[in-house]
């Protein structure tokens, strides 16, 4: 149920999908992998939209060079955990969630634990050892990937519902390079908007997800294209959990 | 016969977007990409590995449909045949 606070706050999407729409985001919670680029218009946004429980892990600090794109994080929060200020910024936003940061580096002993009950993963990491890893967790636990990265002005993003969709490991079998890369602060708030859309319809039950389809992002000449992905049978993360499954 | 190649993203700053070329009968998929980019190190470099093979990340279509990098160089193009070269990205 909700307050009459609430009912004020989302009243414009209650338009959209109903008191029983907005139940079904404030009885959610999501696991938010980083807090940086992706994961700062990402949590923004789910915690406007009142996902019920936002868990958001990182383990680095506020630096300078964070702050043309990692809107969670202010001038003043320099030196401090990114959990900590991205905790403090999403409450600002949104006092009628929980937040929960948890400053931590997601690992192959821990990724499980640390996801917990969350009823989805939001992939907001900068290197593909930690998303194979939310990817592995993600089909264990049936629950979806919302996968996003960037780099300069270009982007990709995808949505992955095990047991039945392509994972990141069938569009991805080799990592790209993980260089420091380039990277203009509107890129990351494109994907990390698409990819907090895609959670948000997920979680309502509405709409058509990106799923079994990339979408590439090429915000240099403004172009969005996407191409189709499946899953790849001899897949060792989403083909072979199944056979497990069905053993 | 003619087939089209389509450059995604960072590689389009690399070649051309486009490129409809003519290829022989029994021209595999790494021997065109090869091919299209004989005077332009820069985009071979981004593409390919120091053997000649496609640098393992890269995502190829064939008419839609995913070619493993590895595979490329024994599946071959036909005419009218689109093949789209795409690099992911990694950062947050
Ligand atoms: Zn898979």
Redesign the pocket.
């Known amino acids: 149920m909700l307050t009459e606070r609430e009912q004020e706050r989302y009243h414009r999407q209650i338009l959209l999908f109903g008191e029983e729409g907005q139940d079904l985001l404030k009885e959610a919670h999501l696991f938010i992998a980083g807090a940086g680029g992706l994961g700062s218009p990402v949590s923004l946004y789910l915690a406007a939209a009142g996902v019920g429980m936002l868990t958001i892990v990182d383990h680095d600090m506020v630096e300078r060079t964070n702050l043309n794109r990692q809107i969670l994080h202010r001038d003043r929060d320099l030196g401090r955990p990114k959990v900590d200020s991205a905790q403090d910024t999403l409450r600002e936003i949104n006092p009628d969630i929980t937040v929960r940061g948890i400053n931590a580096t997601i690992q192959a002993d821990n990724v499980a634990d640390l996801v917990g009950k969350a009823d989805g993963i939001v992939d907001a990491v900068d290197n593909f050892t930690v998303r194979y890893l939310l990817?592995e967790v993600a089909?264990a636990k049936g629950i979806p990937l919302f996968h996003g990265a960037i780099q300069g002005f270009y982007g990709q993003a995808a949505t992955i519902v095990p047991p039945d969709t392509?994972?990141?490991?069938?569009?991805f079998p080799h990592p790209p390079p993980g260089e420091p890369a380039p990277v203009i602060g509107v890129t990351p708030g494109i994907i990390g908007t698409i990819q907090a859309t895609e959670a948000i319809k997920y979680l309502l039950g509405c709409g058509e997800l990106l799923t079994n389809r990339l979408f590439i992002w090429d915000g240099f000449r403004t172009r969005a294209e996407e191409i189709r992905v499946q899953?790849?049978a001899s897949?060792?993360?989403?083909?072979r959990s199944m056979g497990e499954k069905e053993a | 016969m003619s087939v089209r190649i389509r450059f995604f993203a960072r590689f389009r700053e690399l070649a051309d977007p486009e490129i409809v070329t003519e290829v022989r009968e029994g021209t595999s998929i790494t021997a065109l990409i090869y091919a299209v980019t004989e005077n332009n190190q820069a985009a071979r470099d981004a593409i390919f590995d120091q053997e000649g093979g496609f640098r393992r990340y890269v995502i190829l279509m064939q008419n839609g449909a995913r070619i493993e990098t590895t595979r490329a160089g024994e599946t071959m193009v036909a005419d009218g045949d689109e093949i789209a070269i795409f690099p992911p990205v990694a950062g947050g």
Request: with cysteine.
């Open positions: 990817n089909f392509a994972c990141l490991r069938c569009m899953k790849n897949c060792a993360v989403c083909c």
